[in-house]
């Protein structure tokens, strides 16, 4: 990471709060407890400056892409703030399975085989169990990580069986020119058939369409940070 901050807007200070607001307001119009989402504050790319602020607010659940810049930065946060919960949110390579399994609380991107194996093969020896989420690449990107919609099943079925996982929800991310609620939908459907409550779907521009489609975790980064 670079020391340079000449492109990075100062975290909202009213971000975090305008945040929540609409999270109960979703939450109130569509018939949700306010506690069945988290909010998973995304701090990528944006150092211990700028998130300290959001915690001395209240937060406690995080965010990141990458496993390296988490590892440089949020150690010696939680040793500072006990009770933090940190979320990978980005692609995993299986070579940083043993970091990722030692760092985060959850992993959003479980998406092949070799993860699953990697994954398994460090839950074992650290005997640590992060949350684990299976991310289904609703549009088909070939840019974009994660499971076709129609492998889903099929892809959840071998976590549990052949690799010993216990898979807590699915994660989905939207084509970016696509309205994301049908996205969203079909997430919650995949989810329902096989027995998974937890959804990881919305980020800024649309987590009030993912509440109101079931989503329980919202990965919200420059509503509540600004913009590098």
Known sequence: MTSDTSEVTAPLPSGLAAVEQEIARACRDFGRDRASVTLIAVSKTFGAEAIVPVIAKGQRVFGENRVQEAKAKWPALMAAYPGLVLHLIGPLQSNKA???????????????????????????????????????????????????????????????????????????????????????????????????????????????????????????????????
């Open 98 to 228: 043993k970091e990722a399994v030692a760092l985060f609380d959850a992993i959003h991107s479980v998406d092949r085989p070799s993860i699953c194996e990697a994954l398994a093969k460090e839950i074992k020896s650290q005997g640590r169990h992060p949350q684990l989420f299976v991310q289904v690449n609703t549009g088909e990107e070939p840019q974009k990580a994660g499971v076709a919609p129609q492998e889903a099943d099929a892809f959840i079925a071998a976590c549990r069986d052949k690799y010993g996982l216990e898979i807590s929800g699915l994660m989905c991310i939207p084509p970016v020119d696509q309205a994301p609620a049908p996205h969203f939908a079909l997430t919650a459907k995949i989810a329902a058939r096989n027995g998974l409550k937890n959804l990881s779907m919305g980020m800024s521009a649309d987590f009030a369409t993912a509440i109101q489609l079931g989503a329980t975790h919202v990965r919200v980064g420059s509503a509540i940070f600004g913009h590098r």
